[in-house]
């Protein structure tokens, strides 16, 4: 029998709150409202009491009713009289109420109006700026330590550092450059064929690879592949309260962790880069003899023609700038991070996405100057 | 806690029983040979020194670990013999407060308690609300149900990780380590919410702790796991063993080290 409530009036002032059956938070339970209109209709009840004799069964359905109840005789001021109820749920309720509530814990605020969270963005915006110059110094100062020989790190981290970033990068660096390849060298060849000069598909793919989109796609994969797991890696040790451990014991966390991280990054992208290129051209040529009838030959010699040292390097500096960038971000981001899983998860998108905003304008602004000093 | 809190009922059979179970990681034995049966109503205490096998114990019986051989029933339902939905049904039957409250961190404390209730029940959003409120002021954090759970300090974290463990009214809930890093103070009130929930709604507690003051306080039975020999020693009420146990290892351990 699912829960069934009646009152009556004990005495005038006395109403009698009986409750029967089974009070299952699973079933369909009377409201409290009938006793609230009770309450409202009679001035003069003074007492509330009980009547849970006849209860088969409870639990929580049964609390939450008496929550209500309770809460309604506090407004009206009337006492309550516990004593019918089942013994459990009168200890039960004596636990629920034995804390008040916290009042003014700050949190029942309204949003500020839409001015003041303006300021409030601005304002933090502007203090990001800061942070990061202070991150850039920090890191400055490691770098500096590191020629005098001084920084704290551990070899061993930083070789297994070079091998993550370098080696097991290898496979989609190799996917993704060959594809590009073959996309410039494809693209090109259709517009090239229309003058019958499909033989400078080798001076585009090698310039395109070389200088350009090597570098940049490269750094993209790095992006999303190391900025984020520095981020990851970084966030979760601020979490775990790990780079704490190491200010305690006199290490310095940038010199620990950040500067094999960024030397690592910054040793191995000019090598990724060129390989990178490799990749490109060897998907250019792959084109332009499958598609476009050019000897293997023919194209390496028209390969080796266009290309020059100053492309090559144009290519491995952008890439070096771009390694420094997105270890950049995904040191700052790990340790600006949060203690929370959520804020791990805010620090690695936040790397990622500082990161590739970081390495376009670079690329941006590298361009323009190699162009200038006619490089 | 469906059947009435005022009477336990003492079936002969035992709430969980744990027959012949051992525990490997890979090739190398954490515990074996574990027999031992829990009674509906019982505070159950498994203790040991540190990495005897206690947390792992409690991951077999709660099912996020298969054993290597052996059985943990339940109402004596095995639960690794039993289909999904069998087990799912079973595992709606407990909570769960973990060693540091694994409580969900991108959620508010009234969102963690209610997931499981909005998952589970056809609660409308209004009534979930307020078995929220409830369990919370169960818990003694009543008007903290828009705080992220880093925002609160490591003994309400406990007491929120409670008062999800509670959502559903489970029949069974198991602790890993709740006073752990508590001061004497909040770690005395956790054992108290411990005790009154099983005397108010007669609900089965299995603790997984090293602490002796709340061994002492809260426990009706306990199993010793001993990390030398890889497997139970000692069970029975722990002040009884601390008395009187035959084997000095216990009586050491219950004693603080001194014979």
Redesign the interface.
Known sequence: MPGQLSLQFHSPDDLRVVLAGSW???DSLPSADDVALQLQSRSDVHRLSFDGKA??????GL??FL??VYQLASEGRIHVDPGGL????R??MK?????????D?G??SKPPPVLERIGLRSLSMWRAGPEMLHFLGEVTLSFGRLFRGTAQYRRSDLMLIIEDVGAHALPIVSLISFLVGLIVAYMGAVQLAQFGAQIYIANLVSLGMTREMGALMTGVIMAGRTGAAFAAQLGTMQVNEEIDAFRTLGFNPIDFLVLPRMLALILMMPLLVLYAGIVGITAGMFVAVTVFDISTFEYYQQTVRSMAWSHIWVGVIKGTVYGMLIAFAGCLRGMQC??????VGEATTSAVVTGILFIVIAASLLTILFQELGI | MKANGVQHKKDPGGHITVQDLTMMYGNFVIQHDLNFTIPRGDIFIIMGGSGCGKSTLLRHMIGLKAPARGRVLFDDISYWESSSAEQQRIKRSFGMSFQSGALWSSLTLAENVALPLGEYTDLTAADIAEVVSLKLSLVGLAGFEEFYPSEISGGMQKRAALARAIALDPEILFFDEPSAGLDPISSRRLDDLILELRDSLGTTIVVVTHELASIFTIGDNAVFLDAETRTMIAIGNPRTLRDGSPNPVVRQFLNRGEL
């Open positions: 299952l938070l699973v209860i088969t069964q409870w639990d929580s609390l939450i929550a209500r089942p013994e459990g749920a200890r039960m636990l629920a109420t034995a804390v008040p509530p916290q009042e814990t949190k029942h949060g203690r929370s899983a959520q804020a």
